[in-house]
């Protein structure tokens, strides 16, 4: 069946980068043509939106992460990418990656919803 795999996940020191890929197999909608996130959940908090790349490439990031973050994708390998720069304390945190071929995924009342989401890759970042 048609699922995302994330990879890149580790434990790295505040100030530090990692850089997360999501890579989708049988996938049944046109991925060039999908919207794209990248989301967080920490321990005891709400899942919440990382960043957001749309099929024409215009990009949306979270206040907390606006200038540290990268979002990107390759269509041509149904990959996309979260570059993570300077990366802080706060950013700790499982990463999960979505995909949704006809609309942006998004959060509301404490949920977010997307067509299909990846298992999530741990980030733990130490001082």
């Known amino acids: 069946q048609e699922r995302l795999v994330e990879s890149g996940g580790g434990s790295v020191q505040a100030g530090e980068s990692l850089r997360l890929s999501c890579s989708a197999f049988?996938?049944?909608?046109?991925?060039?043509?999908?919207?794209l996130g990248w989301f967080r959940q920490a321990p005891g908090k709400e899942r919440e939106r990382v960043a957001l790349?749309?099929?024409?490439?215009?990009?949306n990031y979270a206040a907390a992460v606006k200038g540290r973050f990268t979002i990107s994708k390759d269509n041509g390998k149904n990959t996309m990418y979260l570059q993570m720069n300077s990366l802080q304390l706060e950013d700790t945190a499982t990463y999960y990656c979505?995909?949704?071929?006809?609309?942006?995924?998004?959060?509301?009342?404490?949920?977010?919803?997307?067509?299909?989401w990846g298992q999530g890759t741990q980030v733990t970042v130490s001082s």
């Open positions: 049988q996938y049944d909608g046109d991925y060039s043509s999908s919207c």
């Open positions: 790349i749309n099929r024409d490439d215009t990009t």
């Open positions: 979505a995909a949704d071929p006809r609309s942006c995924p998004y959060c509301s009342g404490g949920h977010c919803y997307a067509m299909i």
